[in-house]
């Protein structure tokens, strides 16, 4: 087994406990800002809880400064690296080996996997085959697209506001997009080795019981990023970052972020976007430009690296910065943004939870519910045409900005109470090895009646 940093602490403690164990596992910095309040929701009710880094972001932008942030200190970090098929059989093996250390010491445990990661998928994987089910939060996003007719009337002279209306017929839309890459392969390929599945919306938990996950383990229960949101609040105050940039302080700031393989990775898509990018910035709008590694290869690759830095040296108006390390000082500035532009999965909730227009560049959504309730609206990356209309009309358009604004809340609140709740109610029903039912005999209740004999052998 590869090299695994491990608390020196730690096998002493979990020899010591004898409850259950929590295990939740992090790795990117959207789940790490998504997870942290459950795992102090948990710390808080002196569970016994071992937090488990997968090593898939280790920038400090991207990991360290949110465990600062949030208090978080993983008690193991399994040091992933290498290309995806590589992290996925390290996560795999690794964590395999801990969890089953951990089950041949006679403890219990249930591990928490989060959403749509490379982590996730392998995580629920190395649970499961070890007999041990986990929790999976954030489940059952499934992107879905709005008929080709309705995208392909973009390349013609279209109407927004029309168009964004139009967009909010669910029943037209369809499941059974790729995109996210692989995002959308992970947290469908989580969900089969999980014994219970955490959604954050109704949309989420008919996805999972139409694809025939028991009813009685999909649990509605917000998302957690509305506990993270509220966990920050207190400290907006203390961000310097208007201090650092501030014509932020201005407000009507454009943020843009894009970073998915399928815009990164298509020469048409990405220059749609940045194309247009340009061309709010030539404008004279006040635009902040955040770029993750996938942008900074997709810059480089496409020869865009000089002339972005010297769009920032010679305008004011344009901000170009890696991402921030702290979560506070993110969403200080997404206060400041009349529009987010963005093809990333968690800010599309972010929006909605600030209140602000989400833009989204894609040509679908796994979180559609925002399009649906009018909080977000699609810009497919098709040409800078299409996409700078729609984000000037919703920077514009007062009327249409601020029904965006007013959009109902999604995500509900208290997640994590509400995930620790569940848990703990369904471990005191069943011993651990009956919580998630795998076998039938189990599932129809014969192992409780007189006649059948105990006794098993462990694989």
């Keep these: 087994m590869g090299k695994v940093n491990i608390n020196k602490d730690l096998i ?22 998504k997870q942290a309040p459950l795992i ?45 098929y590589e ?22 445990v249930i591990p928490y996997i989060y959403g749509d990661t490379t982590t996730a998928v392998a995580g629920g994987i190395a649970s499961f085959a070890n007999l041990i089910c986990s929790a999976h939060v954030e489940a059952g996003l ?17 109407n927004v506001n029309n168009y964004f209306e139009d967009l909010k017929q669910s029943s037209r839309w369809v499941k059974g997009s790729y995109e996210p890459y692989p995002e959308q392969f992970d947290t469908r390929a989580a969900a089969p080795s999980a014994g219970v599945h955490f959604a954050p919306t109704r949309i989420n938990a008919e996805n999972l019981i139409d694809e025939g996950y028991i009813n009685e383990r999909v649990f509605v229960v917000g998302n957690p990023v509305s506990d993270a949101l509220n966990l920050i609040k207190k400290n907006i105050n203390k961000s310097d970052i208007i201090d650092r940039y501030p014509i932020l302080g201005n407000g009507n700031v454009i943020r843009f972020c894009t970073h998915r393989r399928e815009n990164i990775s298509s020469y048409q898509r990405f220059m749609a976007i940045y194309d247009s990018m340009l061309e709010l910035v030539n404008e004279g709008r006040t635009v902040l ?24 040296k010679k305008c004011k108006n344009f901000i170009y910065s890696p991402a921030w390390p702290f979560y506070t000082d993110v969403i200080a500035a997404m206060k400041k943004c009349s529009v987010v532009v963005t093809d990333s999965g968690s800010i599309q909730e972010e929006t909605n939870m600030l209140g602000i227009p989400g833009v989204i560049l894609r040509f679908n959504s796994d979180r559609p519910e925002g399009v649906f309730s009018g909080s977000n609206i699609l810009a497919p990356p098709i040409n800078k045409e299409v996409v700078v209309k729609i984000i000037r009309q919703v920077a514009s358009d007062k009327n249409l900005n601020l029904n965006m604004c007013k ?3 999604l995500y509900g609140e208290m997640v994590s109470k509400k995930t620790v709740d569940i848990i703990n109610k369904i471990t005191k029903q069943n011993s651990f090895f009956n919580l998630f039912e795998f076998m039938e005999h189990e599932r129809l209740g014969l192992t409780k009646l007189s006649f059948w004999r105990k006794g098993e052998t462990r694989w």
């Design 407 to 409: 959009s109902p809340k």
């Design 87 to 108: 992290q996925q059989s390290q996560i795999i093996e690794r964590l395999g080996f801990i969890l089953s250390e951990i089950k041949m010491l006679g403890k219990q």
């Design 12 to 33: 002493k403690k979990i020899k010591k406990h004898d409850g259950l164990t929590h295990l939740v596992l992090i790795a990117t910095k959207p789940d790490i800002i």
């Design 40 to 84: 102090l929701e948990l710390k808080k009710r002196e569970e016994f809880v071992i937090v488990v880094h997968s090593g898939q972001h280790y920038d400090w932008n991207l990991s360290g400064g949110l465990e600062e942030e949030f208090n978080i200190k993983p008690d193991i970090n399994l040091c992933i690296n290498g290309c995806l």
């Design 142 to 158: 499934r992107t879905m697209s709005p008929p080709k007719e309705l995208i392909t009337t973009l390349l013609g002279t279209f």
């Design 289 to 312: 430009f955040i770029s993750l590694g996938a942008t900074e290869k997709a810059l480089e690759n496409y020869k865009l690296k000089e002339k972005t830095l010297s769009l920032a």
